[in-house]
């Protein structure tokens, strides 16, 4: 695919996931790096062609130095969430946490998802990437190689060396 100057132009849309650096003095934001999502451009079915120009606006967009306003991008935000109905967007910066011993971070993807896993024989915490599982009234973790033993899925973890055969069982599987 050859474009020429004096061409007709082509129209479409373009998903993306950007990385933005913000200028607060000027409340300017520049976008640094783009990823191509999705694009669709009316007329043209041919995947190569699409993949073509997709290509190219991911070659030629970090020349152009795209900036748009702070306060366009975050009324652009609100109004989208408004209007997807997703009225629980929070920009708050995280809480942090600061340990001057080695710590893990659990991750959970919102509030602890618990549903029974028939392989385990056991109540598992679905939604984050560690192996989390109930055993009685104790959360076991597996994480970085260590045993972890909590009554709740959100704090007091505490590492465990005496485990349980259930426990031991599990480990043999892992």
Do not use: C, H
């Not at 702070?70 to 997703?86: F, Q, Y």
């Not at 920009?91 to 618990?114: C, F, H, M, R, W």
């Amino acid at each position: 695919m050859r474009f020429k100057a004096g061409e007709e132009p082509i129209f479409g849309a373009v998903f993306f996931t950007a990385i933005l650096s913000t200028d607060k003095s000027s409340r300017m934001a520049e976008i640094e790096s783009l990823n191509i999502n999705n694009a669709k451009f009316p007329g043209i079915e041919d995947k190569a062609q699409v993949d073509k120009l997709t290509a190219l606006i991911q070659k030629e967009a970090p020349k152009w130095k795209l900036k748009i306003s702070i306060d366009e991008l975050v009324t652009s935000i609100k109004k989208e969430n408004v209007a997807t109905g997703n009225t629980d967007f929070n920009n708050d910066p995280p809480k942090i946490e600061y340990v001057i011993s080695p710590a893990t971070l659990v991750v959970l993807d919102g509030e602890p998802q618990i549903q029974r896993d028939k392989d385990l024989a056991a109540d598992r915490v679905v939604n984050s990437p560690y192996l989390i599982f109930k055993e009685g009234d104790q959360w076991n973790l597996y994480v970085g190689g260590i045993w972890y033993r909590s009554s709740s899925v959100t704090s007091g973890w505490r590492q465990n060396t005496n485990l349980s055969t259930k426990v031991n069982a599990v480990k043999e599987q892992n």
